[in-house]
Structures are given as C-alpha cells and as structure tokens.
C-alpha cells in the first residue's frame, strides 16, 4: 500500500481527545496538504496520534501544536504530521493476482523485443511493493542487460527511509518463496533475531522519492509502462482521485496497464482508462 489512514486501533485511553473546532481544523489542514480526507469519527484516532508530536516537542495540548505547524515556514513539521497521520500496511506479493499478471505482460512485451521498462509504484510504504516488483520482474525477464527502473514514492519520508535500508524482518517474508528469499535478500543473524537485507539487484534498479499525490501534475515525464496506484485512493475524495488519475493517465504509454486496490473503483473518474480485468485498467 499505500499510505493512508485507519481507525484508532492501538492508541491510548488516556489521550485526550481534542474539541470538534482542532479536529476540523487539522482535518482541513491535512486535506489541504495531502489530500487526505479524515472522515468524523476519526478524533480519537488524530488525536492519538498528534500526541506522539506533543510528547517529541513538549507541547502541552493539540491547538499549540495546530498552530506550531502552521508557522514553520521550512515545512518539516508538516511533514512530521504527516508521518504520523499515514497508515502504512503493506506485504511483499500484495493481491498477487497483480503480479501474475505484470509477470504475464513483461514476459509478452520482452518476446516482442521490448528492451527499456519503467513502472512507478506510487505509494510505496515500507517498500515491500516496490521491491515485489523488481522480483517479478527479473524471473520473468532473466536478461540482466535489459534496462528497467522503478520509481518508488511515498508522502512519508519515515518510511522511504525505510525502503531506502531495505531490512526486514523474517516474518515479513513470509510471503516471498523461498527461491527468491535466498535470490534476492542476505540473511543477517540467526533465528528469530535474524533479518533480510535486499539485494544490491534490486535495490540499483529502485529510486525512492517524496511524492504528495494530491498535487499533480509531476515532475515525472514519462512515458511508463505500468503504475501500481494500490489502496491509497480509497483516502482521497472524488476530486483528488479524478486529478491523480488524469496525471497517471498522462504518464502512462498507451498499452500501458495500471492497477489499483482490489477495494478501489474507477467508474465515472478517467475516460482514458479500460478495465481489462478487476482492479487492472488498459490506458487506449
């Protein structure tokens, strides 16, 4: 996935919950910044979560803190905010009937001479998405001279850190085969304290960017061959996820395929997307 937000599962009973004026007011500023639409019912949740930056800072209560974020005219709090308003839930092999398909393509369009791929994965969380990909990619197209690049954004800068180290923990692979565990990742440690580190394969072929996908057009150019958009726009409302999909349409080849979460339709929102499959659209 993609980052988004959930419900208040996790927070603390003894966080206080902010009146209905801070809420709306983060709230406006989160949709204004991200695109994020919070929906009522979400206080507990924002509150929760904005207590995090009150105990970094010292801040006594969320207005303070509202305001804060507001005057810093770097932008870094916002951030900050951000960070800890995004849900990051992901897997490697995600809805693999994605990547059975991306595999089936990538093997058509390398037999027919294809020789330059580009893919965008557009949120791509701790980034076990992005280096699904790779995977995918290299078994279907076993030529290491062939010229493929993946652009792997996210609006959380703490967890393109993540993507960037590329470490996960053994319970993380558990959806990754064992043949590609061993082919793509070194073991460091030993049992349950033991953790996979991605190999310089995939990660040379991945470049990880900040990216807010609520303010298109950007600066990509394109043209790409598939865009993995999975499980962020069920956040967005139905304007942002118009402009993000005529910005993807933009980008996207003709022939070019993008895929969405199984949980998220296009009806009524690009004209110039197909639905081939569920959750997988043709760009005419």
Not at 176 to 195: I, N, S
Request: with cysteine.
């Amino acid at each position: 996935m993609a980052s988004g937000v959930s419900g208040g599962r996790g927070h603390s009973t003894c966080v206080r919950i902010m009146d209905q004026t801070t809420f709306r007011d983060f709230k406006e500023l989160i949709y204004e910044r991200s695109g994020i639409s919070l929906q009522a019912g979400k206080e507990a949740m924002v509150s929760a979560r904005v207590a995090k930056r009150l105990r970094a800072l010292g801040m006594p209560d969320s207005r303070t803190y509202l305001q804060y974020v507001r005057r810093d005219k770097s932008g870094e709090e916002l951030v900050q905010l951000l960070n800890v308003i995004s849900t990051n839930v992901t897997s490697f092999f995600r809805e693999p009937d994605h990547f059975d398909f991306f595999s089936e393509v990538i093997s058509k369009w390398s037999s027919e001479g294809q020789r330059r791929f580009r893919f965008w994965s557009a949120a791509s969380s701790t980034g076990e998405e992005p280096y699904t990909i790779a995977m995918t990619f290299l078994e279907a197209v076993k030529d290491a001279k062939v010229d493929m690049r993946i652009l792997a954004t996210d609006i959380s800068t703490r967890v393109l850190e993540r993507c960037v180290v590329g470490q996960y923990e053994k319970r993380s692979l558990e959806t990754v085969p064992k043949a590609l565990k061993a082919r793509y990742f070194d073991k460091e440690g030993r049992g349950e304290d033991a953790v996979y580190r991605a190999k310089s394969i995939l990660k040379d072929r991945i470049v990880f960017k900040r990216l807010n996908l609520s303010k298109p057009p950007f600066p990509m150019k394109g043209p790409l061959d598939v865009v993995f958009c999975r499980n962020v726009m069920i956040y967005f409302d139905k304007e942002v996820r118009k402009n993000l999909l005529e910005e993807i349409s933009r980008l996207l080849r003709p022939g070019g395929y993008l895929m969405v979460g199984h949980s998220e339709n296009l009806v009524g929102l690009s004209m110039h997307l197909e639905v081939v499959r569920p959750s997988i659209y043709l760009k005419r």
